[in-house]
Structures are given as structure tokens and as C-alpha cells.
């Protein structure tokens, strides 16, 4: 994520930052998703973003994820905003914005031909 960060107008931010961030505060952050729950019926989804220094839980209401739904699901690098969650040591993002990623051209590299 770190050269991601690099490459386009990413946040700065990172998972292991959300610890100095308040209860309530607006929190941004960009990271592959690597879990999607809905449990039971589904009113509440969860999900894991994760970046180069740890992880970070989602929450996503029905209306949230109705309108990132596309974009949740065909996608797996994502700018994710939204209100910090905090208890205790654990922290998860109340979601509220959701950008999926697309590196395309810039990661691209070349390869020699051996043959």
C-alpha cells in the first residue's frame, strides 16, 4: 500500500494511525480487503481492510452498503472513510465513503523475453 500511496492521491493515513485517532472522529484509509461477512440477516456487514502495518475493521449499515454494493463486491483495493469506533484496544471504522482503487497503467512493469 505504501508504494499505492506513493503512486496516486491516496490518504496518508494507515491502519496502525487509527490508534491515535479519537472516538468519533472522521478516519480515512486505504488497504485490500480481505474478509466480507454478513451474518445472520445481513442488515450489518462486516469487513476487514488490510494495509502494510496491520488491519482494520469495517462496518457497513444496509444503506451504506446498498450504495457501495457494485464496487464492495467486484473490487479489492479501497479508500475507506468514515467515524472511528473505539473500545478499549480494539477500533473499527463506521463506514461511510468507499473508493474502489484501480493501480491499472502504473503498476504495470515489463518483462524480458528470454526466448
Same mark, same amino acid.
Given at each position: 500500500?505504501? !508504494? *499505492? &500511496?506513493?503512486? $496516486? &492521491? +491516496?490518504?496518508? @493515513? &494507515? @491502519?496502525i494511525?487509527?490508534? #491515535?485517532?479519537?472516538?468519533g472522529? %472522521?478516519?480515512?484509509? !486505504? $488497504? *485490500?480487503?480481505?474478509?466480507?461477512?454478513?451474518?445472520g /440477516?445481513?442488515?450489518?456487514?462486516? #469487513?476487514? *481492510?488490510?494495509?502494510?502495518?496491520?488491519?482494520? /475493521?469495517?462496518? +457497513?449499515?444496509? /444503506?451504506?452498503?446498498?450504495?457501495? &454494493?457494485?464496487?464492495?463486491?467486484e473490487?479489492?483495493?479501497?479508500?475507506a $472513510?468514515?467515524?472511528l469506533?473505539?473500545?478499549?484496544n480494539? #477500533?473499527?471504522?463506521?463506514?461511510?465513503?468507499l473508493?474502489?482503487?484501480?493501480?491499472g497503467?502504473? +503498476?504495470? !512493469?515489463?518483462?524480458? /523475453? %528470454?526466448?
Open positions: 500500500m505504501e !508504494a *499505492l &500511496r506513493y503512486l $496516486g &492521491r +491516496l490518504s496518508q @493515513a &494507515r @491502519a494511525d487509527a490508534r #491515535a485517532v479519537k472516538h472522529d %472522521w478516519f480515512s484509509m !486505504a $488497504g *485490500l480487503l480481505i474478509v466480507r461477512q454478513r451474518p /440477516d445481513g442488515t450489518v456487514i462486516f #469487513a476487514t *481492510l488490510e494495509d502494510e502495518t496491520g488491519l482494520l /475493521d469495517l462496518v +457497513l449499515y444496509e /444503506d451504506v452498503y446498498k450504495k457501495f &454494493r457494485d464496487d464492495f463486491l473490487h479489492s483495493f479501497f479508500e $472513510g468514515g467515524l469506533q473505539k473500545d478499549g480494539s #477500533a473499527s471504522l463506521l463506514l461511510k465513503t473508493r474502489a482503487l484501480m493501480p497503467e502504473p +503498476l504495470k !512493469a515489463n518483462s524480458y /523475453d %528470454w526466448h
